[in-house]
């Protein structure tokens, strides 16, 4: 997920139609309820402060495990311009959440800067490899970064072999073309063979946006089962303004659940809190944006995030981790990895901190 991408995804997913899933849900704990935090080090970096509801400075960890969060996600690009969200760096967060008891998603992006549905760019390292040398190349940086956080006791205890993959990573070669989904295939297997071959019990995710349809969830994972892709977990992104109605994110996790017979985990949502812009840089999503008329205030956000937990608990989903919930509005913290000091932060409406860095005391993380 990327703050200004989504013009590359079609307005027509708004108009998905409920489609009725064949198969019963099952009432389910949610286990893993989780935060992406890949933003934060910059913030703390910058001397950025962060306040609990009672508006005393805290260690923004122990502020969201208070609201309940036990599991965070850090994304790792190859070789950002930024120096933030590389290796050295995620091992250094992952050094604060592991420390904090907090268990730990590595986000594989495999590129330098945002993949995601629209875009899928390689690092500048590997613009020229054929097919068979990014598989070499996906599996030697899966397993190197896995095995360096395991050295240093920080073993993850979930990877994402890529990031919002809904048509195929790693562009071209990589790109699923007329439902061609055997090189994308031999991609993915690699990035879970080297993720076993670090360590066993790390569950393998396989990251869509394919929330938003029946239709393109089936044909996603339906194309690499049958080209032989092992996973554990399937997740999906859910952003309501994009991706259509509980009612059909309901389905799709039963179907997702039930199809592939794998827990499925949303590994992104989240919701406006204002209507407001902290900086020049425009919202991704504006506050007029609105979903199921709920308002776009602390409250609003809240009531919209627990929405999402309930669908996705009572549909048997084991986890919701909400994106990016501690990037609030600090100068120098910009969303492009290639001007990080001279662009703004997308997200500042949507953060579950306020532009002061106090938290919005509604939030709660529900098993």
Not at 12 to 22: F, G, I, K, R
Not at 110 to 120: E, F, H, N, V
Not at 184 to 210: E, M
């Amino acid at each position: 997920m990327k703050p200004s991408l989504r013009a590359a995804i079609s307005a027509a997913v708004l108009a998905v139609a409920l489609v009725v899933s064949p198969a019963p849900a099952q009432a389910a704990s949610l286990t893993m309820l989780g935060a992406d935090v890949s933003s934060l080090q910059r913030t703390l970096d910058l001397g950025g402060k962060y306040y609990n509801a009672s508006g005393v400075q805290a260690n923004p960890y122990d502020i969201l495990k208070t609201a309940g969060v036990n599991y965070a996600r850090l994304r790792v690009w190859n070789n950002p311009a930024s120096g933030y969200n590389n290796k050295a760096k995620v091992l250094q967060q992952a050094a604060a959440i592991k420390a904090k008891g907090l268990k730990l998603m590595v986000d594989f992006h495999y590129s330098d800067t945002w993949a995601d549905p629209g875009k899928q760019y390689p690092p500048a390292a590997w613009a020229s490899y054929s097919l068979a040398q990014l598989q070499t190349a996906v599996y030697n940086y899966t397993y190197d970064v896995c095995t360096s956080l395991k050295s240093a006791g920080l073993t993850p205890d979930s990877v994402q072999i890529g990031n919002e993959i809904n048509v195929g990573m790693l562009w071209p070669k990589g790109q699923v073309v007329n439902s061609n989904f055997a090189p994308l295939a031999s991609l993915l297997k690699q990035g879970y063979n080297a993720t076993k071959a670090c360590n066993s019990g790390t569950q393998v995710i396989i990251h869509t946006a394919d929330a938003d349809s029946m239709t393109n969830m089936r044909w996603f994972y339906d194309g690499i089962k049958a080209a032989g892709v092992t996973w554990d977990i399937t997740g999906l992104s859910y952003y309501c303004m994009w991706h259509g109605t509980l009612a059909n994110l309901y389905n799709v996790i039963v179907d997702a659940r039930t199809r592939y017979g794998k827990p499925v985990v949303i590994v992104e949502t989240a919701y406006q809190f204002t209507t407001g812009d902290a900086d020049s840089e425009k919202n991704s999503i504006p506050g007029t944006v609105l979903c199921d008329n709920i308002p776009a205030t602390s409250a609003g956000q809240a009531q919209q995030f627990t929405w999402v937990q309930n669908t996705a608990r009572n549909a048997g989903a084991v986890g919701v981790f909400y994106w990016e919930p501690t990037w609030y509005a600090i100068k120098g913290n910009g969303w492009d990895p290639a001007n990080i000091n001279g662009t703004g932060d997308g997200w500042d409406n949507m953060a579950t901190f306020d532009w002061g860095g106090k938290v919005n005391p509604y939030i709660k993380w529900t098993a």
